[in-house]
């Protein structure tokens, strides 16, 4: 997959070749804007562990895992173990997973910047709520408004993307949005470990700062230029031409717009877009918009970006500790995006998928033995231990943001075929929702509370830590 060239909505063209234009500041700053979408997201999952190992926060809505958590008896697998702290995380990918397929049929009949001033508008009544909430019900309301937000938003911001980027730079400028989410979870990690002196409210000023990127996302929804391909879709081909031409910085666009042209046409012709996606033809897109986002959540990374404090607090750091460990982690996952930028329209999408894998399972296979042999009930790991934990997770989390991090995003946008870019991007996006509630419901906690970990569960450790 690596290198070749794509016309609109990813399909391999002939004219693709004569497209011209450079990148030009306005596409710079559109996609920026439009990246912080992710930064939402990412900024959600970092700010959502952190928040979780504050004495504070649990003490307001979590009170028995709070007596757990300060047991000396307790397992230290089982004292973060709790079925309303994991509804917690999980209710927000459940209230994506059915914004994702709400956003569609928006996106396709208004606008993709309809659907990210929707998905920064719901984001920012979730921190809103959150950072105000007084009960459970108002906080999980606060989290179901926070999914409504990103299933716009992961909807939305992709595609925006993908039509904004010249086509030879597609694949390092797509990466914007997982570099936008890679730098929310680094700002969030480095929040939670500075409100953590604010007891017992700091949670609330971690909750409530989402409400930062949700302004920054609905402004620029509003002042962002909508995409050509949408123009055309909706029948505006004039103004599509313009915006093309003033994105692309020159009046020659004639090939880019016949094949924008030419798909629209074919998506319009597309009566029934969901069985479209069934057809024989159309199954190997299929089958990678489902195995993609569920090869990447099963490489473990969630349980290491949602429950990282919480993880690290299990294996006897400190509440300080943890929490640093986890912005540790998180400035690595941030700074191996540059990475992938930087290589991933030279060594191909293929290439970068294989060895990040490889290195993600040794650094797997590593930490599940220490935590088999070094680890039990009632003890911590020693100081070298730990700090060997520490390095072989981010050498994890390094491998998994040049490889399926931002490439589990990335590859579908170009794979999909022309005429129906919205629907394949709901059926991805509503997949990744689907797999990250159920990780984020089941895993890793609750397979670990169990009494058969002395006799078996170092591999579970390995596979899902």
Not at 54 to 61: A, E, I, V
Not at 264 to 287: C, D, M, T
Not at 322 to 337: N, P
Not at 453 to 464: I, P, T
């Amino acid at each position: 997959m690596a290198g070749g060239h794509f016309g609109p909505a990813g399909v391999a063209k002939e004219r693709a070749e004569q497209y011209q234009g450079r990148v030009t500041v306005s596409v710079i700053i559109a996609c920026v804007v439009a990246a912080v979408g992710g930064s939402l997201f990412g900024y959600d999952i970092g700010i959502s562990g952190g928040v979780t190992s504050l004495d504070g926060f649990l003490l307001k809505f979590f009170p028995g895992v709070y007596e757990k958590k300060k047991s000396v008896h307790e397992n230290n697998y089982c004292k973060y173990n709790d079925q309303g702290l994991s509804s917690f995380t999980s209710s927000l990918y459940l209230a994506g997973l059915v914004a994702s397929l709400i956003a569609s049929p928006v996106t396709r009949t208004y606008g993709r910047r309809a659907s990210i001033i929707c998905g920064g508008v719901s984001f920012l009544i979730g921190a809103t709520l959150n950072a105000s909430a007084a009960n459970l019900a108002m906080l999980l309301l606060g989290r179901i408004m926070l999914g409504v937000g990103i299933g716009f938003g992961n909807q939305a911001v992709p595609v925006y993307l993908s039509e904004m980027a010249p086509t030879h730079l597609r694949g390092a400028l797509n990466m914007m949005f997982q570099l936008a989410t890679t730098t929310g979870i680094f700002t969030a990690n480095m929040i939670n470990y500075g409100t953590q002196k604010l007891d017992p409210w700091g949670w609330r000023l971690s909750l409530g700062l989402a409400a930062v990127p949700a302004v920054l996302m609905t402004v620029g929804g509003i002042l962002l230029p909508e995409t050509p391909n949408s123009l055309i879709e909706r029948g505006m081909q004039d103004k599509g031409r313009r915006v093309l031409e003033k994105i692309r910085g020159t009046k020659n666009v004639d090939a880019e717009f016949e094949d924008m042209v030419d798909a629209s046409e074919l998506a319009n012709s597309i009566k029934h877009p969901f069985r479209n996606i069934l057809i024989k033809r159309n199954r190997p897109q299929l089958v990678m918009a489902i195995l993609l986002p569920a090869f990447q959540i099963l490489t473990g990374i969630n349980s290491i970006l949602f429950y990282a404090p919480v993880l690290f607090q299990s294996m006897g750091f400190g509440g300080n500790a943890s929490l640093y460990s986890s912005a540790v982690t998180g400035a690595v996952l941030c700074s191996s995006t540059f990475m992938t930028i930087a290589t991933v329209d030279r060594v191909g999408r293929r290439f970068l998928l294989i060895s990040g894998g490889i290195q993600m399972i040794i650094c797997q296979v590593i930490v599940s033995v220490i935590l088999g042999m070094k680890f039990g009930d009632n003890q911590h790991l020693s100081k070298g231990f730990s700090v060997l934990v520490v390095v072989m997770i981010c050498l994890f989390v390094l491998a998994f943001g040049w490889s399926w991090g931002g490439l589990g995003w990335t590859i579908p946008s170009e794979i999909f075929p022309a005429g129906n870019p919205i629907g394949w991007t709901k059926h991805h996006s509503s997949c990744e929702s689907s797999f990250h509630f159920c990780y984020s419901s089941v895993f890793p906690l609750p397979p670990l509370c169990v009494q058969v970990w002395e006799s078996s569960s170092s591999s579970l450790a390995g596979f899902f830590s």
